[in-house]
């Protein structure tokens, strides 16, 4: 499988890319090598990436606790502390190996540290493959409100190896295929219709196309001031109803792609009522997800809830909530003003 060349970094496949590490650190002559990994992929991936790696300077290992709960300026310290006490210098090289938690917070911790060092990203789900991994975003959450905390900056390269998806359980699968339907419903229709008829039975192929439309859209903009806000669809109010279900002492956390699922099914419904979206290509999205993702009822006690939380995504403007919404498949609007009202008829909808 061919390498992909984002902006300043390629992503690598497979073998190619344990290749193209041990050259760059071969090259780069670093002096020390950290691993960023949480208990999870510190037993499941570690094991399978380490004999891939054919170096002769010094690792650390550097473990922290997994979810989302954990992805915060607190773990931050706690990593920029150990990497202190174990030598870091500016010629450290950081990898991280995990998921988006791991790679979000790994890509910042480096950038940070001593104003900035060299790191790697190896994702291990399939959420962090395609989409965490790449396009240079990196930060923390700041209590349950995600990534607000962060700055955009680039890995020296990405590896991507499916491998590692036999580490992680299905429901996690599942996480990462909500963000390939939104490819498929903002850039290319073929990736839904993929996941309609097949799921993930091709999931090589999903995640290469997937990475390779992010990197298309990211090179046109990078800094998410036009084309790159596409990649909000579903995120607007999934991220609300994700940072509701965080906080929540009595629900169960949902994972990312499941809140990103029920978002893209209310955003297709608010797309019909604002734009114009064919309401049969709703029941479609509404199906397609609900084939996939376990029916979460969301309680109108709770609406206003998850309407307080709206209010503080990254991406608002004025205190504006901006959403990315569809005339068609393939065909978007970007910084759509949406009614309070039309958000709670759209939960409504995902309940019925």
């Known amino acids: 499988m061919e390498s992909i060349q984002a902006v300043t970094y390629p992503v690598h496949f497979q073998e190619k890319g344990y290749t193209a590490l ?53 773990t931050c310290t706690g990593v920029w502390n150990a990497i202190t006490e174990l030598g870091g210098d500016r010629k450290s090289l950081l990898i991280t190996l995990g998921g988006g938690v791991i790679t979000d917070l790994g890509g910042f911790v480096a950038s940070c540290f001593k104003r900035g060092i060299d790191f790697v990203n190896i994702p291990t789900t399939l959420l962090s493959m395609v989409d965490a991994s790449v396009g240079g975003k990196t930060g923390v959450d700041l209590g349950v409100l995600k990534n607000q905390i962060g700055l955009f900056a680039n890995p020296e390269m990405v590896i991507v190896d499916n491998a590692y998806l036999s580490t992680v359980e299905e429901r996690e699968i599942k996480s990462g295929t909500a963000e390939i339907i939104k490819y498929g419903l903002t850039y290319d229709i073929k990736l839904f219709n993929e996941v309609k008829q097949n799921k993930y039975l091709k999931i090589k192929d999903l995640i290469f196309r997937s990475i390779e439309i992010k990197n298309e859209v990211v090179l046109q903009d990078p800094k998410e001031q036009s084309l790159r806000k596409i990649l909000n669809f579903g995120h607007t109010l999934g991220h609300a109803i994700e940072s509701f279900y965080l906080e929540s002492e009595d629900k169960e956390n949902l994972t990312h792609g499941e809140a990103i699922a029920i978002g893209m099914v209310c955003e297709s419904y608010i797309s019909s009522k604002l734009l114009g979206f064919p309401s049969e290509k709703v029941d479609e999205v509404k199906e397609v997800v609900l084939s996939i993702y376990n029916k979460t009822n969301l309680l109108q006690e709770d609406f206003s809830k998850i309407m307080d939380l709206l209010k503080h995504d990254k991406k608002n403007v004025n205190g504006q909530v901006n959403f990315v919404l569809l005339n068609d498949y393939e065909d978007f609007k970007i910084d759509c003003k949406v009614p309070e009202d039309l958000i709670v008829e759209s939960m409504d909808f995902y309940n019925n």
């Open 22 to 74: 041990s050259n760059l650190v071969t090259t780069k002559n670093y002096s020390t090598i950290f691993i960023l990994v949480d208990e999870n992929t510190f037993e499941h991936c570690y094991p399978k990436f380490i004999p891939n790696f054919d170096t002769d300077k010094p690792i650390e290992v550097i473990e922290i606790e997994s979810g989302e709960i954990n992805k915060n300026l607190e």
